[in-house]
């Protein structure tokens, strides 16, 4: 399948104090540019690069769940993209577990496309990400559910309703 006919994830993580209070939001987009998902989640207190890669395991669960097999992910972690291409090694045991997941997810995927994405490239996703860590920072004991946002203007139809 030629990637110009992919879904289209920007996720982006981040971190307060890093480590601190950290969330994740994703962008989703289908090949012809309508949004058709947002998502973002409150992790609690961990690193910058364990919400990246939080948000890079929703952004692949989410295609997995939807049946998309064509996935073009951008991220502004240069790190966490190196590491998924395998130019750099990962050190940190915590991010090898998740690294790890995120191969293993990948593999389910027919066509990934992964790249760095400068910050001001990356908003919509930066933006959901710090909603996130403001949900956090509000909330007494953080929240346990990601944030979704999945109906748009633009209905977007799973493989189970194109068979009925």
């Given amino acids: 399948m030629d990637i110009s006919h992919a879904h289209t994830a920007h996720v982006d993580g981040g971190a307060r104090g890093n480590p601190g209070p950290s969330g994740y939001g994703l962008v989703i987009h289908d090949p012809q540019g309508k949004k058709v998902a947002e998502l973002s989640q409150y992790l609690g207190h961990h690193t910058n690069n364990y919400a990246e890669y939080s948000g ?13 097999p064509s996935l073009k992910i951008i991220s502004d972690s240069e790190l966490m993209v190196r590491q998924m291409k395998g130019i750099y090694k990962v050190r940190h045991p915590e991010l090898r577990k998740l690294y790890d ?4 997810l990948t593999a389910q995927i027919e066509h990934l496309e992964i790249r760095h994405a400068l910050r001001e490239h990356n908003q ?41």
């Fill in 124 to 164: 919509d996703a930066d933006g959901l990400a710090n909603e996130a860590m403001d949900r956090g920072r509000n909330a007494s004991r953080g929240e346990s559910e990601p944030q979704a946002k999945t109906e748009f203007p633009a209905k977007s139809i799973s493989r189970s309703e194109e068979h009925t």
């Fill in 101 to 104: 997941e995120a191969q293993h």
């Fill in 56 to 68: 890079l395991l929703a952004a692949l669960r989410y295609a997995i769940a939807h049946g998309i």
